[in-house]
């Protein structure tokens, strides 16, 4: 009789993870982003999140923690109740450097979180304001050298792919240039356009407006080939820095411990949303859909730190 009881009570344990699955979710589901609202990793997440929400059939809020390069964003799903109502969308750069830069980081990058699956790549631009002087990567060179200061280099955060590319662009040339972070690409934006900063690089999804409306001048793009949105700019590797790209990866990760059935549920429900027509008319797309399943690599630190050559010279902006 106890043995019994003691298998249904091991059959009934067995058994509770996929049944909390198929109630999940419970609640609304958020999804952390640890940069300011407008960025690419905002605008995707929020196209996500509707499409999601969609699949699941409940809300999908995004919720911007837009401080310490991502590290509050990173810390609050390590810590969050291993449920799958709390997500974070990240860059896998930034996500790995900033510890790699920070010993005194408050989240572990590979033991902090449970990868679900990733989402999106993106390429960048290296632009200048439309009033600048500068037309191509050689002239701002020039112009960093014999600049007083060297040139204002703008960063939407720390350990972004934007900040990397930037990064490996300014020690690839040896141009004097300090790097000045923001807390996300709209608010480095503000700077940029009136020409308080020199220059910066910054994803796609954030530069069209500005150059197709002639307020930006690109320099150069971090793409395998030329884009049709600015066809006489172009790649790195035409240039000779090839080297200089960053990859620009972002990912959708849950709470560590998570139940795998979540998980699963979670990945499934990020791959339709991949593939949602509606998401494709009324915003930006992906460059790639998901790799369902997919793991999540961090990069390590001696690579994120070799990267990230020069930052201790970096300073971060007040706004």
């Not at 449920?83 to 450097?97: E, P, R, W």
């Not at 503000?190 to 307020?215: C, F, I, N, Q, T």
């Not at 030329?226 to 959708?252: F, H, I, M």
Request: aromatic letters at 4%; one cysteine or more.
């Amino acid at each position: 009789m106890v043995r019994t009881l003691v298998i249904l009570a091991m059959l009934v344990l067995a058994a509770r993870p996929d049944a909390y699955a198929q109630e999940f979710p419970t609640r609304p589901i958020t999804i952390l982003i640890g940069l300011a609202a407008g960025g690419v990793s905002d605008t995707m997440a929020r196209l996500y999140a509707d499409a999601v929400s969609k699949t699941l059939g409940q809300r999908v809020i995004v919720e911007n923690r837009a401080t310490g390069s991502g590290s509050m964003a990173a810390a609050a799903l390590q810590n969050a109740q291993p449920d799958g109502h709390t997500l974070l969308i990240f860059s896998g750069a930034q996500h790995g450097v900033v510890p790699a830069i920070d010993k005194g980081a408050i989240y572990d990058p590979i033991k902090g979180n449970q990868p679900i699956t990733l989402l999106f790549n993106t390429a960048n631009v290296l632009a200048v304001p439309a009033a600048s002087p500068v037309n191509s990567v050689a002239e701002l060179v020039e112009f960093g050298k014999k600049k007083a200061d060297g040139l204002t280099f703008g960063s939407p955060g720390v350990g972004s792919p934007s900040h990397l590319t930037g990064a490996k662009i300014i020690a690839a040339t040896g141009t004097p240039a300090q790097v000045v972070h923001y807390r996300g690409g709209p608010p480095m934006m503000a700077d940029l356009l009136p020409g308080r900063l020199d220059a910066a690089v910054m994803s796609l999804v954030l530069a069209r407006p500005y150059l197709l409306d002639k307020r930006l001048k690109g320099l150069a793009v971090d793409a395998a080939e030329r884009w049709s949105v600015v066809p006489d700019v172009p790649t790195l590797g035409e240039l000779g820095l090839r080297d200089a790209a960053v990859a620009g990866w972002y990912g959708v990760a849950a709470t560590p411990g998570t139940p795998r059935a979540i998980v699963q549920k979670l990945q499934e429900a990020f791959t339709t949303a991949a593939r949602d027509p509606a998401g494709s008319q009324s915003g930006p797309r992906p460059s790639r859909e998901p790799r369902n399943g997919a793991a999540i690599d961090v990069p390590s630190a001696g690579s994120m730190l070799t990267n990230c050559a020069g930052c201790a010279n970096d300073r971060i902006a007040s706004a």
